[in-house]
């Protein structure tokens, strides 16, 4: 109990240290809620965890299953905030607790799944080659180029304009650079990812131990 | 009802393209889902029973076809479904039928020299060098560029997010930033088993 009261002394302590930003807390909360009420309320196959804050604008479309876990928060940037587009109606979307979404947008045919911790810039997460259905005569039929479920681990960080496209299995605590594009890739933990393909995976732990020496 | 208020979108568009907008071609049975604007004085040519829409979940984007001067020459072929396809043509754009485009930019030129004087226009472009052709059956995904003097063979699949800087030939998938091949789309073709019956 007097833990919990502590908390509340120092968040209503930085309240007052920066009211704007409070106002601005509160409002996404409330405008998280809101969007809570009108997808989950109706609708069984989407399920929003409570505190959700919504600092941008939230689009849930399509018949698939959409989860979204307790304290996850979505940022507005270049593209309309976060956009999730479900294709079919087996398609499943799960993301983890207390991921941090700035302008995603998944589209998701076949299966989807998020960790916890997710970090996000305008970045693509995409498991088939079309959105919309191809023609019965055309090539993106064939048996290769069929949706692949997507995994992403814990503590991934997405930087801008990265695509994670159909078969990418990224592990945990991975840093996936800007403008770098995965393809049907088991990236492993702790890594660096760049390059479109992504080609080039560089440790981390490595990296942080040289800037350390420089 | 949907189906009917594009169908019907189409029709109206179509003629007013043919009373006031010569330079627009269209063929019956277009069918616009979101807005859709085509601007500049070149010729625009569209074929039968085509497919303008926006791409879904994304308010803003709509498809738009930019002509740069008069000289300019747009072709789509018959049944292409394009969703949010932006294109700037100075050159010449063709584009096969049954194609499926997404959320793709389509540019034949640079704008501007890469000198620094940036003078506009770039001196070495001519139509030879800068034409983009899209053959049949091709689909593009989303977040992909084309850029000048590139043609892509019929039947590729080109996925989303690659920048297209050379030319992809037939039945190939090509894959990232600048879009290499991956390799021919293996399988059995999908379409010669159903080409027999098939209009």
Redesign the interface.
Known sequence: MNGFLKQMASLVAKACRDPLSAIDVGAALARGTWYILRYSLFNKRIRIGFPFRAFGPVTLKGPGYISIEKGCGAYSNMFDGLTIVTLNDRARVTIGKKSRMGGLTIRCANNVRIGGKLLTSASLIQDSIMVNPPRQRSFANAASLRPLPVSIGNNVWLCGQASILRGSRIGNDTVVSVGSITHDKKIGENLLVMGGPSSTTLPIDKLMAWEKRS | MRDMLARLRGELFTAWCRLFRKNIRIGPGLRIYKRFSIRGSGTVGIGKNCLVDG??????QYCCIDTGNADSRVRIGD?A?L?AVKMWVKFSVVIGS?V?I?ECGIIDTDFHSIDRLRTSPPPLEHFEKCRIIIGD?V?I???SVMTKGVSIGD???I????IITRSIPA?F?A???PA?I?GP???P???QE??EG?P
Not at chain 2, 55 to 60: E, K
Not at chain 2, 159 to 162: A, D, F, L, M, N
């Open positions: 791409i879904i979940g994304d308010r803003r049944n479904r969703f049954d499926l997404e059956r689909c995904g989303a977040r039947d590729a699949v996925s989303p997010g690659s039945r998938f894959c990232g930033n290499k991956s789309i293996d399988g073709p999908p379409y159903k080409i098939a």
